[in-house]
C-alpha cells in the first residue's frame, strides 16, 4: 500500500514538474508557437476521433492475432511541431491514463520506439482498449500504436 502511494505521489510530482519546465522561462514567442502548436493539435485531435477503432473490430482483430494495430496518417505539409522522444511520448501516455478514471495506469505497460508506441496489459473492456489507443494516438509524435491489450473484467 505504501508502495502504491509513494508510486501516486512521484507521478503527480512528476506531470507537475513537467507542466512547470514546459511552461517556465519561455521568451513570448515561444509561447506564442506554443499556442498555434496546440490549437493544430486539437484540430488533429478531432481528426483522429475518426481513426478506424470500432469496438467490433477491435474483437475480430484481438480473436484472430491477439493484437490492434492502427497507423496515424501522414499529414501533408510540413509538421508543425518537431519530433520528440520516446521517453517523453510515453511519460505523455502514462500521465494521461494516469488521468482517467475508466483505465489503470498500473494495468497497461507503455513502451515507446521510435514513435511506435506499443500497449500491453489489462483493459476492463473493448471500449477501454479503444480509449487507451485513442488517448496514444492523440500524442505528439506517435506515428503507431500496436495493442495487446486483453480484456479481463
Known amino acids: ?14 506531470i507537475a514538474g513537467y507542466i512547470y519546465v514546459r511552461d517556465s522561462g519561455k521568451p513570448k514567442l515561444e509561447k506564442a508557437g506554443d499556442q498555434i502548436t496546440e490549437g493544430a493539435n486539437e484540430l488533429k485531435d478531432k481528426w483522429n476521433e475518426n481513426v478506424d477503432l470500432d469496438t467490433d473490430k477491435i474483437r475480430e482483430e484481438l480473436a484472430r492475432s491477439g493484437k490492434v494495430i492502427r497507423k496515424k496518417a501522414e499529414q501533408a505539409g510540413t509538421r ?23 483505465l489503470s495506469a ?19 473492456s473493448l471500449e477501454a482498449i479503444q480509449k487507451a489507443m485513442k488517448l496514444a494516438l492523440s500524442v505528439d509524435g506517435v506515428t503507431q500504436v500496436v495493442s495487446s491489450l486483453q480484456v479481463k473484467e
Open 1 to 14: 500500500m505504501k508502495m502504491l502511494l509513494v508510486l501516486l505521489i512521484g507521478a503527480a510530482i512528476g
Open 80 to 102: 508543425i511541431a518537431d519530433a520528440t522522444s520516446d521517453t517523453r511520448i510515453t511519460a505523455e501516455i502514462k500521465s494521461k491514463l494516469a488521468l482517467e478514471s475508466d
Open 106 to 124: 498500473l494495468k497497461i505497460s507503455v513502451n515507446t520506439t521510435d514513435g511506435i508506441v506499443t500497449l500491453s496489459g489489462s483493459a476492463s
